[in-house]
């Protein structure tokens, strides 16, 4: 059972450069979401998207735009990444709303922004 | 706005021992209280969802309480093994409005003693 795949692993960036880091589901979920992780700040939220086409700001949406493919991928993009941005980013996904189902967790990306 | 608090932030525990891991949340109109564990380099896992009309939910050595009119929950773990030995993180739903944000505390990061 692969479940929520991230890639890549890890990345290195030089300031203002971009890239997008891809997630893709195979449990038929519909609601998948991206967050960043840091250490003091505990995991934030930066978008979701309740069902395929559609995608809502989370916590800290600034400097990333997203994408729903299809049902099973959401994608992550940094158009212009900033040293803020080095963080470990997880992609999840719930059957439903995540306020009332259990999350599946990716295994994450390690992002460094020189 | 819902904040979710877990101390402490580190716990060793001796092989073998029962211990309890606290986790208390500001505003008690929850729908339900989740537990997870993070592994290092890994992504959450869900451990057990505990909805707002129950009191515990078990599964195997963890069992998880939840008391909405003090804003706490606990989670129990009995015979604990070096495997047990993880981040443990419990998150609320964000009920302040309609978007689908659940609020994680920092985690308790335990350390199981051989």
């Known amino acids: 059972n692969a479940g929520v795949t991230q890639t890549p692993k890890f990345q290195v960036l030089k300031t203002g450069q971009s890239m997008t880091l891809q997630c893709a589901q195979d449990m038929n979920h519909n609601s998948m979401y991206w967050y960043r992780q840091d250490p003091g700040m505990g995991l934030r939220l930066i978008y979701y998207s309740a069902s395929e086409g559609t995608t809502d700001k989370g916590e800290v949406p600034n400097g990333y735009n997203v994408s729903r493919l299809n049902k099973r991928e959401f994608s992550l993009r940094l158009e212009s990444a900033a040293p803020s941005q080095t963080s470990v980013y997880f992609c999840a996904s719930s059957e439903g709303p995540q306020r009332i189902q259990p999350q599946h967790f990716g295994d994450g990306t390690r992002l460094s922004i020189l | 706005k819902q904040e979710v608090t877990q101390i402490p932030a580190a716990l060793s525990v001796p092989e073998g021992e029962n211990l309890v891991l606290n986790c208390s949340f500001t505003?008690?109109?929850?729908?339900?209280l989740q537990w997870f564990r993070q592994d290092p380099g890994k992504g959450l896992t869900s451990l057990l969802l505990i909805q707002s009309s129950q009191r515990e939910q078990t599964s195997g050595r963890l069992n998880a309480s939840l008391d909405k009119s003090s804003g706490r929950s606990t989670l129990y773990i009995a015979a604990s093994q070096p495997g047990d030995s993880a981040t443990y993180l419990c998150?609320?739903?964000?009920?302040?409005?309609?978007?689908?944000?659940?609020?994680f505390g920092k985690g308790t990061r335990l350390h199981i003693l051989p």
């Open positions: 998150a609320v739903p964000e009920l302040m409005n309609r978007d689908d944000k659940i609020i």
């Open positions: 505003d008690s109109a929850i729908y339900n």
